[in-house]
């Protein structure tokens, strides 16, 4: 494939507001829950994505690819500890995030007992998904139109950075395990397996989230947030035909070329560095007002 781009690794912090897990989106309280339940798989996927690829970093010969598989464990440990922090606001109101990421880091270990070529290619898998659901977010973004600037920010910048890496772990597992029949079977057996334990476990998780918040039982919920994914605008039936792809025997990620959204990273970024701006003025002024009230006494 002609088209390569390079990752930018970009250490950015958000200080999520805690008290607005729950809320940040406008769009009611199963849209947020949707969002806030792709946030307990990360931390623990990412940490396995980057050892999937760290497996095979002595075998990668591309000098370029070895740098961008370095940006890419980069991008991926900032997510980590960027949905740490998100998942800890969600701790903060009540949600049972430790109980089911334990659930998710069993799995993975259980994943890891496998041969490091079906961790690679379930990684390739799962990268092909979250690139698949970042490309459904940022072309439609009316779906965080009107959320909290931060929350919207950190699911922007996740999906610009899942966008421009995209490619990376595939091309890591075409140059150490070829584009013949058995690399095509594994990674396509791979795909079909990793969807399947994904949403086995996403669809609980989401009922329990919202049992947990008081929007199971909401009929009107769950119509809104059908409507969001299947009805109009549909992002989730649009993107089945992209997602699909991946079974072509001559597929790569940059065959969807949405190249021109990674043009809004700058502008982003630089909006992020207001809100870490924001909090340093924040602990400033903390620090500040007791230490002139001791001086005051």
């Given at each position: 494939m002609s088209i390569n781009v390079d990752p930018?690794?970009?250490?950015?912090?958000?200080?999520?507001?805690?008290?607005?897990?729950?809320?940040?989106?406008?769009?009611?309280?199963?849209?947020?829950?949707f969002f806030n339940t792709l946030s307990i798989f990360f931390p623990a996927g990412e940490r396995f994505f980057i050892q999937s690829v760290r497996n095979y970093r002595d075998e990668i010969t591309d000098p370029h690819l070895k740098e961008q598989i370095s940006a890419f464990i980069g991008q991926e440990g900032f997510h980590t500890r960027e949905h740490e922090a998100y998942n800890a606001a969600l701790i903060a109101a009540g949600m049972p995030i430790g109980t089911l990421d334990t659930i998710v880091v069993k799995l993975l270990?259980?994943?890891?007992?496998?041969?490091?070529?079906?961790?690679?290619?379930?990684t390739v898998a799962l990268e092909h998904l979250t690139a698949v659901l970042g490309d459904m977010l940022l072309s439609n973004p009316e779906l965080l139109q009107n959320a909290d600037e931060r929350y919207a920010a950190i699911w922007k910048w996740h999906a610009i950075e899942e966008t421009e890496h995209k490619a990376v772990c595939f091309d890591a597992y075409e140059q150490v395990l070829g584009k013949?029949?058995?690399?095509?079977?594994?990674?396509?057996?791979?795909?079909?397996?990793?969807?399947a334990l994904f949403w086995s476990l996403f669809l609980p998780f989401y009922a329990v989230m919202?049992?947990?918040?008081?929007?199971?039982?909401?009929?009107?919920?769950?119509?809104?947030?059908?409507?969001?994914?299947?009805?109009?605008?549909?992002?989730?039936?649009?993107?089945?035909?992209?997602?699909?792809?991946?079974?072509?025997?001559?597929?790569?990620?940059?065959?969807?070329?949405?190249?021109?959204?990674?043009?809004?990273?700058?502008?982003?970024t630089d909006k992020i560095a207001t809100f870490q701006a924001q909090a340093q003025a924040q602990v400033a002024v903390a620090v500040a007002v007791p230490a002139k009230r001791a001086v005051n006494h």
């Open positions: 930018i690794r970009r250490n950015v912090k958000f200080g999520l507001p805690q008290d607005k897990a729950l809320t940040w989106n406008d769009e009611g309280l199963h849209v947020t829950q270990e259980a994943v890891k007992k496998s041969p490091r070529s079906f961790q690679l290619a379930a013949g029949v058995n690399a095509y079977v594994q990674r396509t057996a791979a795909f079909v397996i990793a969807n919202l049992g947990r918040s008081g929007g199971l039982t909401s009929l009107r919920g769950w119509l809104k947030v059908g409507n969001v994914l299947f009805g109009k605008p549909g992002v989730m039936r649009r993107v089945l035909p992209d997602w699909a792809d991946f079974f072509r025997p001559g597929f790569h990620p940059w065959m969807h070329d949405n190249r021109q959204f990674l043009e809004t990273a700058q502008a982003l």
